[in-house]
């Protein structure tokens, strides 16, 4: 009896509990810029990643009224993750009011600034500014942790980099993800449509992007309906079938 209790003692100072595991840690860039109408990506360092884990980039247009969206990052290796973000729309900055003032002041990028360095920031964009976050989820989708929120300017000109032929290939086949019921069903709140193929709601159904479909086809361009199985989903990647060429800004 003595020794089988001995046995159980000794097992159990190897069995870690699921809720012991160490929260994920990030190492986020800033970026100088997003380009106007064109995509940028990003690559963070994520470490923790627990299988079946799922590493998200979320982003929205510096306002007062939108809400943020996100898509799936690809692991390259190295405790490294990346993904594009959709194309910046052409809108002019809001300025400052008391209102906002009292939401933005708690943002991460303002620590160490105060108002008027703000009004100063706003009052310097031609674009609306972006705002964006890395956020590593659990397979029953909850958060496991996440960045500090960064703040980069939208620039029209010295600002697009170009993608390799993977970062292509995904910006053409993006996957946005919704976190508000109200966000469905419409455009990308002051983003694009181009790359926008499918979504996934915030009850984590996929389905295709019938309103960026309509716009584009609108314009001429009929995305395929195969790439609804494209692009990043729960981390895993199908590359471009066809050769990427780069678009110019």
């Not at 990647?237 to 990427?244: D, P, R, S, T, Y």
Request: charged letters at 20%; proline letters at 6%; aromatic letters at 10%.
């Amino acid at each position: 009896m003595l020794r089988y209790l001995t046995t159980i003692a000794v097992v159990a100072m190897f069995v870690v509990p699921l809720s012991a595991a160490d929260d994920p840690g990030f190492e986020v860039p800033d970026l100088s810029c997003l380009p106007l109408e064109n995509n940028a990506a990003l690559t963070a360092a994520v470490a923790g990643v627990d299988g079946g884990d799922n590493v998200r980039l979320y982003f929205r247009r510096l306002n007062p009224v939108g809400s943020f969206y996100y898509v799936h990052m690809a692991a390259s290796g190295g405790a490294k993750y990346w993904s594009t973000f959709p194309q910046p729309e052409d809108r002019q900055q809001t300025q400052l009011t008391d209102d906002w003032w009292e939401i933005l002041q708690n943002r991460d990028w303002m620590n160490g600034h105060d108002r008027n360095w703000l009004e100063s920031f706003l009052n310097d964009q031609d674009q609306e500014a972006a705002e964006y976050y890395v956020a590593v989820y659990d397979g029953t989708g909850a958060v496991r942790g996440r960045s500090e929120t960064h703040l980069s300017p939208v620039w029209a000109n010295d600002c697009y980099e170009p993608l390799t032929p993977k970062q292509l290939g995904l910006s053409e086949n993006l996957t946005i993800g919704e976190v508000t019921v109200t966000q469905g069903d419409k455009e990308v709140f002051h983003w694009l449509c181009w790359g926008l193929v499918t979504r996934i709601d915030p009850q984590g159904i996929l389905h295709p992007d019938e309103y960026c479909r309509a716009c584009v086809v609108g314009m001429g361009f009929v995305p395929p309906l195969a790439s609804v199985a494209t692009g990043i989903v729960s981390g895993a990647i199908i590359e471009h079938k066809e050769e990427a060429t780069e678009r110019q800004p």
